[in-house]
């Protein structure tokens, strides 16, 4: 980009002067000589004018960039705060082995197991796990640049014939708790429905071995994971939670 302005800059007219002044052209040859001069200099102009164009988007670019390392890193220090938040809170059952929370960067999770929210082939949560619940929503409600997605796995055990007029496999029991949990964030914990989604895996994603009575008990859970959200929505909420 350098060169090109350093040759714009450079007068044309003093390569017609020694022309004319040596005397060694015809004017045709000077009319084409001009005339081929002139072309150059449109492209000059033209290649300088492209070249403020790229300098203008890159500026731009980079302010854009900027501002959105910004974002990711307030993003950033809101997930490190409610993940200091959770560990705080949910201190007991953490040291009890019933929740893990974990952060990696911008992803925050947390695994529930099965026995703090429900009991046995049932779906409905247990009163000791919806006071849990409620300290929980209660965190998540205070970082709405993040949505809610909710969870349901089990072990590999299938459904007994007495439950499976409700729940003919294991997809619909962890559906069924999943669906709960979200529904008791929404109703009983404030949080923004737009915020919440419901999964069921199954029995389909362990985390331990399906062969030992430990394993079986870990990956029957519930997972709780803060996703990114659309930012204009995020700050729609903001406004919604100051008024």
Known sequence: ?????????????FFLLVFFISGCVSTKKYNDLLSKY?????????????????????SKLER?????????EQELAYITQTYDMLIDDLKLEIDEGKV?????????SMSVAEELFFDTGEADI??????????????LKRIPEKNIRIEGYTD???????LRSKYPTNWELAAIRAVNVVRFLQNNAGIDPLRLSAMSY??????????TTAGKAKNRRIEIILIDRDLDLAKKMKENLGS
């Open 202 to 211: 199954g029995q389909y994603r362990p985390v331990a071995s399906n062969r």
């Open 126 to 139: 247990k009163p000791a796990g919806q006071e849990v619940l409620k300290r929980i929503g209660k965190i």
């Open 1 to 13: 980009m350098t060169k090109i302005r350093k040759y714009l800059a450079f007068p044309i007219f």
């Open 64 to 72: 854009v960039s900027e501002m959105q390392r910004g974002v990711a």
């Open 100 to 108: 893990e929370v974990e952060q990696i960067r911008g992803k925050l």
């Open 38 to 58: 002139k072309q150059q200099n449109e492209k000059l102009i033209k290649a300088n004018e492209q070249i403020n164009q790229l300098e203008l988007q890159v």
């Open 156 to 162: 590999t055990v299938p459904i007994g014939p007495s």
